[in-house]
């Protein structure tokens, strides 16, 4: 089956630095990948939607000039956490859609995830 | 490693009927468990969320359950309405987390 990964599985960081987590489709091309994160005890939450080779669509709350995506291939998109604070830790998830809107094989498969803590 | 199985992996009822989606997962070490909804082309939608100690969750016409011990949780759908249809997700939280493959439901009017 499809499988994705992400990079790092976890990171901790100082405050005010900034921290880049990989999704990569490894044997698929995604040409739609979605992020989330779940803050502790929380339902896990979409942050934006990306779309390879344009701009994100990032959900309402979700600072799009903090939480930077970039997608630049069909098998990899980014999410920075720009100067990442104590309240930006968080578990980060992504997915990557397999298949063309509302056909039968529009799938997400969805990565592992990464636990970011900001001290 | 943590296994999810979602049971039907398709699902087709007539508006007004009560229904169930099972999720079941192997390791019951778990923070918790969220059922979700994905409409085509979408990103998830939560639906219900239940802590580890949590027997159960209810959000309108949605009624989730979950027994850790036997590895199992239920999502309940009352008198079931054509804007139901989606496929439902339940993910299960350890130290990473899983997803089942859905169940996509069809709700015919």
């Not at chain 1, 490894?26 to 979409?46: C, G, H």
Request: hydrophobic share 35%.
């Amino acid at each position: 089956g499809a499988v994705v990964s992400q990079h790092p599985s976890w990171v901790i960081c100082k405050s005010g630095t900034s921290v880049k987590i990989e999704c990569r489709s490894l044997d698929f091309q995604a040409t739609t990948m979605f992020w989330y994160r779940q803050f502790p005890k929380q339902s896990l939450m979409l942050m934006a939607t990306s779309n390879e080779g344009s701009k994100a669509t990032y959900e309402q709350g979700v600072e799009k000039d903090k939480f930077l995506i970039n997608h630049a291939s069909l098998t990899l998109s980014t999410l920075t956490v720009t100067s990442a604070h104590p309240e930006d830790s968080s578990f980060y998830i992504c997915s990557a859609r397999l298949g063309y809107s509302g056909g039968a094989t529009d799938t997400q498969y969805f990565g592992p995830g990464t636990r970011l803590t900001v001290l | 490693k943590q296994e999810v199985t979602q049971i039907p992996a398709a699902l087709s009822v007539p508006e007004g009927e009560n229904l169930v989606l099972n999720c079941s997962f192997t390791d019951s070490a778990i923070y918790n468990l969220q059922w979700f909804r994905q409409d085509p082309g979408k990103g998830l939608t939560s639906l219900l969320l239940i802590q580890s100690s949590q027997r159960e969750q209810t959000s309108g016409r949605l009624n989730a359950s979950l027994d850790k011990s036997s590895g199992r949780s239920t999502l309940y759908i009352a008198a079931s309405q054509p804007g139901d249809s989606a496929t439902y997700l339940c993910a299960v939280r350890g130290n990473d987390m899983r997803f089942g493959a859905g169940t996509r439901l069809t709700v015919k009017p």
